[in-house]
Each structure stands twice: as structure tokens, then as C-alpha cells.
């Protein structure tokens, strides 16, 4: 992860990443190597903290690779924050370790240009002005001034730069939040709940941008209670309930969990009797509005049994919803 | 050879960052309108002050130097050195207010190295504390000066003026650490400011005026040494070097300890 060009300031039209924008998030910063990867591992390992006798975080083991988003996920007081402030060096660990590139954040010469962090939209003095703001977190981590300007446009904040933060909204104060921790031009980014308070719009736009980021070979950790909010920007998931880790895998490897499809027909028990007769691998049950929900079984084959036994098909789709359902059983079973 | 010289570039490098760390604490003073504030409570209370010393009526029973005397004159233009209140309660806000709006923890990420940390917070506000002390005295002597030809008075010590700017600014610049050690070690803002209030303007200044033998040797009766202030019935405080080394020690005191229970505190 060397940070190599300073000088390199070539950035475009924040426009082009502001609302709307998504799509083409162009060379948004400066490009350093062409080596690609510049993020480095972030590992926690048997990482455990307990404030007086609550347990926090409980022997939570996971890695996150560069290159990647990964989504850090939990219900709210699982543990999440806790383990991005022991990861900083915010928080003392009971026991276990949590590091940056096999380093703890304190040994890490250059912190600010290793990793850049947005804790809870709540850490600004309110009469401080956006601009001075940056500039005071740019001083005091070594960083160029002159990038509290660039990194207010990259968020698209350069309009109320000079605006008292006491004043912005809470989806602004996520966007300043996200400007500080790109203050660095960081290789490895820990966001703590970053599409807290944006609109559709927001997200839609926060998850261009760190797809983007992600791109460039950095490392991406975003914590969210919300499955959807994270679930069209992550590659992978690190799942954790009660401060214990759930689950740690490729986002695929929790959607691709068994196919679920959901059939509507005017035929019901003809339908039934059909599949049992075609693909009798497949579950079916009765869901409360008259449909199906037909598991285990691709829809071609529901398809086509239903073509088979003339049988009249309303709609055949994936049951979409089933991925917070997925969530929800999982962080639940944790109890 | 090169491994002097690379050490002498790794100091430059620790004294560029300590330099950047203190101008983004200096920064953080001045980005907010809360110095401005607290100045022009500096100027307001040393003004009542000092008109209130040249034209309160002698209080029988409580009998002051009057202004017939050096002693009496030594009395009114160190009311220039009485802002350091205001020091210590602004070192005690910048800090708690670090606190109070969770930005400590975004500091700490720029620089993890706590006590540097500190060390430029406490160098910024004695910076903020000493202009205090020098605006106090600037306000306080003009004050002085002017209304002094209205009444009958001794001589002006010249010498003792310059000695009293001197010990205000020092004295305005020592509390305001103070105030950011109290700050770190009370936490909470209104309970910081309430207490540094209290002990200020009740406890210390009733033991400095009515027990001068224990009063002198809390801060605020080590200032009125270094200020060489006299109180009732000719009651005497330290000397200058006295008081000044008082003085210091308390700071130095507070401030190792403040720093040192931030070392490993968990930030939220």
C-alpha cells in the first residue's frame, strides 16, 4: 500500500459522482500504481471486549481481502461498532488482536493515509464549518490541506463548504463523514453504517462510489443492521449477532442458498400435483395470498411442468424478499 | 553516517507532525466563535474590576490597600491577570467539548499517539491563555491609567507594572492548561465548569482572602504571589519566584496525570 502520488490531482468533475451520477464514476482520485491492489488485509482474530459484564464482542475471528466490499453485518448492538473501534484503536480489546496490513492502528506511521474511517455522523463541533472542519483533521494527520476541498467536491459538498455543520442534514453529515475518511486518499476504508439518513438517491449514488473505490484495488468494510441497504454493493458478508460471528462468506454464497420461487396460478392443486408428479425434489407450500412458494428447483422445470399439465401460469419469479428473510434467520438463530 | 542522518529526518518529521498537530488545535480554537466570547468576558470582568477597585467606597471592617500606596496600585493593576478565570474555563471547554461532540474520536484516528495529542492541545490553549493574560493586561492597565487621574493616587510602579504583565500572561497561560487537564479528567462539561467555577470564585477565593496561610498555596493564591497582590489587613502571598513555581508544579502535576488516563481510555 504505498502511497506514492501526491502530485497526481487529476480529478474530475465531481458532478460526474454527485446524485444521479452513479454510473460513471470516472478517475475520482488520483490513480497510484497500476499494480492495482493498495488496500491491505484488515484481520480480527479471536477478538473479544467486555465493558464491565457486557460482553460486546465475543471471540469474533474474520478477514477482509482488498479489493472487495465487504458488508459487516448485524442487528443493531451486535457488536459492529465495537469492532471497527478496537480495529482503530479507539477501543482496547479485552483479548484477541484486530489489525490493518498485520499492523494495530497505533503502530501505523501514517494512519490517516493508511485508512480512513467514518464512525456515527455525530463526531462534528456544530458552529465549525464543513471546509474547517477537514482542515483541522488534514493538519493533524499530516495530510495536504488543500484536500478538505478536494474531497468535500469528491462527495459533492463543495457547495456548503463554508457552512456551519450544526446546520446540514444527516445525509450531508454522512457525505462530510465520508470526506474525512477519504482525507488520506486511504487504501482501506471502514464505514460505519455510511447509508445511515441518505435518500434512495444517496444510496444509490454512495453505492457507485464505492464500487468505484473498491475498484481501485482497495479495501472496503461497510457495517449496516440493514441487509438491503448493503446487499447490491458488497461482494462479501461478515455476519455477527450478540458480538459472535454468524457467518463470513461471498454474498453469492448466501443469495445462490437454495432457489425460491414464487408461482401464482388459478389451478393451485393441479399445479401441486403436477410438480410432485415432474420434479418431485421440489418443496411447496401455501403462502397466505394464494401463491406458491416453490423451493429447490429452478423455474424452467416449473415452467415447463406447468405447460405439461396445461396448467395457466399468472407469474413465475424468484422470491426476492428472501435475502433479508435469510438475514434475519440467521442473526436470529444466533440467539 | 546515513543512519544519523536518517534519524535527523525521522526528528523532522516527528517535529513537522508535532508542528501540524498544534496548528490544527489552534485551528480548532479559532474555526469556532467560542474564544470571541470568552474574550469579551475577559474584557467585561477585568473592566468591573477595575473600575470597581478605583471607585468602590472603603469597606470598614475589610480594610484593602488604598490607592495612596503601591501596595494599593500593585492591587489594582493586577485585576489586568484576574481573565486567567476565563483561560481556565476555555481549556476546560475545548476539551469536554471534544467529548461532548465525539470529535476526540476523529482526532484520534488522524493521530493515535495520544499524548501528542494532549501536549498540542495544552500548548494551543496556553497559547489561547496567554493571549487572554496579554489582552487583560493591555485592557486592564488602559482602564487603570484612565481613571486613575480622578482620584488621588501614589506613585505608579513602573517596575511592578512589567512584572504583573509578565505574571498575568504566564499565570492566564498556566490555568488554561489547567482547564484542559480538568477538562480531561471531569469529562462532563457543565460538571467541569460548574466545579472549576465553584472552586474558583467560592472555595480558593475565600481561603486566599480569609486563610491566606492555606490560600497561598492553591493556584489561584500562587497567581496572587506571582502577581504580587496583597489582601486583607496586609495579608502577604508568595514570592513572585514562589508562587511561579507553585504555579507550575500544578500544571505540570495535573497535566501528567491527565494525559496519562487518557492513554488507554476507551474513546466513543
Known amino acids: ?335 | 553516517m546515513s543512519s544519523t542522518r536518517a534519524t535527523s529526518a525521522a526528528g523532522a518529521t516527528v517535529i513537522a507532525r508535532r508542528r501540524s498537530l498544534l496548528s490544527a488545535e489552534i485551528l480548532k480554537v479559532t474555526s469556532t466563535k467560542m474564544w470571541l466570547g470568552m474574550l469579551i468576558g475577559v474584557a467585561l470582568y477585568i473592566g468591573i474590576g477595575v473600575v470597581a477597585t478605583i471607585f468602590a467606597p472603603e469597606q470598614p471592617g475589610m480594610p484593602m490597600p488604598r490607592l495612596s500606596t503601591t501596595e494599593g496600585l500593585r492591587n489594582l493593576f493586577s485585576t489586568a491577570g484576574s481573565g486567567y478565570v476565563f483561560a481556565i474555563v476555555i481549556g476546560a471547554l475545548g476539551m469536554t467539548q471534544e467529548l461532548r461532540h465525539r470529535t476526540l474520536s476523529s482526532m484520534l484516528l488522524s493521530e493515535p499517539r495520544r499524548n501528542r495529542v494532549m501536549v498540542a492541545k495544552m500548548g494551543a490553549y496556553a497559547g489561547v491563555g496567554a493571549f487572554y493574560g496579554l489582552v487583560g493586561v493591555v485592557f486592564g492597565y488602559a482602564l487603570a491609567l484612565a481613571f486613575l487621574p480622578l482620584k488621588d493616587h501614589g506613585d505608579i510602579p513602573i517596575d511592578a507594572l512589567w512584572q504583573i504583565a509578565g505574571g498575568s500572561i504566564l499565570g492566564c497561560a498556566l490555568f488554561a492548561i489547567l482547564g484542559v487537564a480538568v477538562g480531561t479528567l471531569v469529562r462532563n462539561q457543565i460538571g467541569a465548569i460548574l466545579g472549576i467555577l465553584v472552586w474558583v470564585l467560592l472555595i480558593e477565593a475565600l481561603l486566599v482572602a480569609f486563610l491566606p496561610a492555606v490560600g497561598k498555596w492553591l493556584p489561584g493564591g500562587a497567581l496572587s504571589g506571582v502577581l504580587q497582590s496583597t489582601g486583607f489587613n496586609g495579608a502577604s502571598y508568595l514570592p513572585v519566584w514562589g508562587g511561579a513555581l507553585v504555579l507550575v508544579g500544578y500544571t505540570a502535576v495535573f497535566g501528567v496525570i491527565a494525559a496519562a488516563t487518557t492513554q488507554r481510555r476507551d474513546v466513543s
Open chain 1, 1 to 335: 500500500m504505498s502511497h506514492t502520488s501526491p502530485d497526481a490531482t487529476s480529478r474530475q468533475d465531481p458532478s460526474a459522482t454527485s446524485p444521479g451520477g452513479a454510473a460513471t464514476p470516472g478517475p475520482i482520485i488520483a490513480t497510484r500504481s497500476d499494480s492495482g491492489v493498495l488496500g491491505s488485509r484488515v484481520d480480527v482474530a479471536g477478538l473479544s471486549k467486555h465493558f464491565g459484564s457486557v460482553v460486546a464482542v465475543d471471540d469474533l475471528t474474520f478477514t477482509v481481502d482488498p479489493g472487495r466490499v465487504t458488508g459487516f453485518l448485524g442487528p443493531n448492538g451486535s457488536g459492529k461498532t465495537t469492532t471497527l473501534r478496537c480495529l482503530l484503536g479507539l477501543v482496547e480489546p479485552t483479548t484477541g488482536t484486530a489489525t490493518i496490513g498485520a499492523q494495530r492502528y497505533h503502530d501505523i506511521a501514517h494512519p490517516a493515509r493508511v485508512v480512513g474511517a467514518a464512525l456515527e455522523a455525530t463526531g462534528f463541533h456544530p458552529g465549525r464549518t464543513a471546509r474547517n472542519h477537514l482542515r483541522v483533521l488534514a493538519l493533524a494527520g499530516g495530510i495536504e490541506e488543500s484536500r478538505a476541498d478536494e474531497t468535500l467536491e469528491l462527495v459533492g459538498l463543495a457547495d456548503s463548504a463554508r457552512r456551519s455543520v450544526g446546520g446540514f442534514s444527516l445525509g450531508m453529515r454522512q457525505r462530510l463523514q465520508l470526506a474525512a475518511a477519504l482525507l488520506g486518499d486511504p487504501g482501506v476504508l471502514l464505514l460505519d453504517e455510511p447509508a445511515n439518513g441518505l435518500d434512495p438517491e444517496g444510496i444509490a449514488w454512495l453505492r457507485g462510489f464505492l464500487r468505484y473505490l473498491a475498484s481501485q484495488g482497495r479495501t472496503i468494510l461497510i457495517s449496516s443492521h440493514v441487509l438491503s441497504e448493503v446487499e447490491q454493493t458488497v461482494d462479501d458478508v461478515v455476519i455477527i449477532a450478540r458480538g459472535r460471528l454468524v457467518r463470513a462468506c461471498p454474498l453469492s454464497d448466501i443469495t445462490d442458498h437454495g432457489q425460491r420461487l414464487l408461482v401464482r396460478t388459478p389451478q393451485t392443486e393441479e399445479l401441486i400435483a403436477a410438480l410432485a408428479q415432474q420434479v418431485p425434489q421440489a418443496r411447496v407450500s401455501r403462502q397466505d395470498d394464494g401463491s406458491l412458494l416453490v423451493e429447490d428447483v429452478d423455474s424452467p422445470s416449473v415452467g415447463r411442468a406447468a405447460l405439461d399439465a396445461h396448467i395457466e401460469l399468472h407469474e413465475l419469479r424468484p422470491a426476492t424478499s428472501d435475502l433479508e428473510q435469510v438475514f434475519l434467520s440467521l442473526t436470529g438463530g444466533a440467539q
